[in-house]
């Protein structure tokens, strides 16, 4: 079985590109001396000034685009350990390990960033989110308490978006530790139920945890966002996940004890997109993930400013969700 999940790359300029259209012509310039010398060498002074301002503009411009292509990746991993998932990660320190060592060099997701979500759930031909009450029964499976309503819905206890929030500490030994918030349609500033857990950022690699309480569950089974360098269409790479039968519903899949999830992934291109928080340029990262129970899908929209933005996942029961950025802070 496969997931087809395909998009258009978009386009993207170039210096050269630039360089051509900018760079001035000599023809446009009469340097027919028809004035004293001290006007034309006044002259050719100026043009010959903005030459070279324009060169070393198309310089550098072409040396921004083609860095990504001559950096040495080789060179970065050695400053990083495999570990036994196939993920870079950094390499313990010799001393005294502080709270935040894994965070403490990331560009994107920093101590105290908050990034909030909307995401809808398409399955059946309805677009969906999830209700799920605060408080439950005593002696009840909290994370099974919970149901599709229509997203437009004004129920009280409707999960209108999610978040996750950048803590200070670390998750699962080596990565940054992250705080999932699900926020109330009635009232957006409480949070009735959270998680925790991690997210790896470093120059060899992003990858993170999805959203797992819940309905979210769900995203075990499908590609984790993750993107490795190089950042360039062509770029694959692959990882594998064992996953018990405590992930499994009956609103999307059932299976006796462990499986094995293999993924595959692509960047695909380089694509900008229109959010909430304006344009952002992406790359595009497909992901695959395939067991004995089947396959899912994900696009990732990754931007190297802001991180994963938006997440089209298709998932083990075909339905599919969509989770974009709504708020940055």
Not at 9 to 31: H, V, W
Not at 206 to 231: A, G, S, T
Not at 269 to 282: A, L, N
Request: proline residues 5%; contains cysteine.
């Amino acid at each position: 079985m496969s997931i087809d999940l395909k998009v258009s790359p978009g386009k993207f300029s170039t210096g050269i590109r630039y360089c051509r259209q900018n760079a001035p012509k000599m023809e446009d310039y009469d340097l027919v001396c028809k004035v004293n010398d001290s006007e034309y060498l006044r002259q050719t002074s100026a043009i010959i000034k903005f030459m070279r301002q324009s060169i070393q503009l198309c310089t550098v411009l072409v040396l921004g685009v083609s860095c990504r292509q001559t950096e040495n990746i080789g060179e970065i991993a050695k400053d990083y350990l495999l570990d036994d998932l196939g993920i870079y990660v950094e390499l313990p320190p010799s001393g005294e390990m502080a709270g935040s060592y894994y965070t403490l060099d990331n560009t994107i997701y920093t101590i105290g960033k908050t990034i909030t979500f909307d995401y809808w759930i398409i399955r059946h031909g309805d677009t969906l989110k999830i209700s799920a009450p605060p408080n439950v029964p005593p002696g009840s499976d909290f994370q099974r308490i919970w149901d599709f309503v229509p997203a437009g819905k004004d129920d009280p206890n409707k999960i209108e978006t999610i978040s996750i929030s950048v803590l200070d500490g670390i998750s699962n030994d080596q990565q940054t530790m992250i705080k999932y918030n699900y926020q109330l349609h009635a009232e957006p500033e409480r949070e009735p139920f959270s998680s925790t857990s991690g997210v790896i950022e470093n120059r060899m690699n992003v990858w993170m945890h999805p959203h797992r309480d819940k309905y979210f569950m769900i995203l075990e089974l499908n590609p984790f966002p993750y993107i490795q360098k190089p950042y360039e269409a062509g770029n694959r790479w692959t990882w594998s996940l064992g996953i018990g039968d405590h992930w499994a519903d009956d609103r999307w899949k059932r299976w006796s004890n462990s499986i094995r999830n293999n993924y595959e992934y692509e960047i695909i291109g380089e694509e900008e997109i229109e959010t909430r928080e304006g344009e952002m340029m992406c790359w595009v990262v497909q992901g695959t993930a395939t067991s004995e129970i089947g396959a899912t899908g994900l696009l990732a929209y990754f931007s190297e400013r802001y991180g994963f933005v938006k997440l089209d996942y298709v998932n083990i029961d075909k339905s599919r969700l969509i989770i974009e950025v709504k708020e940055i802070r």
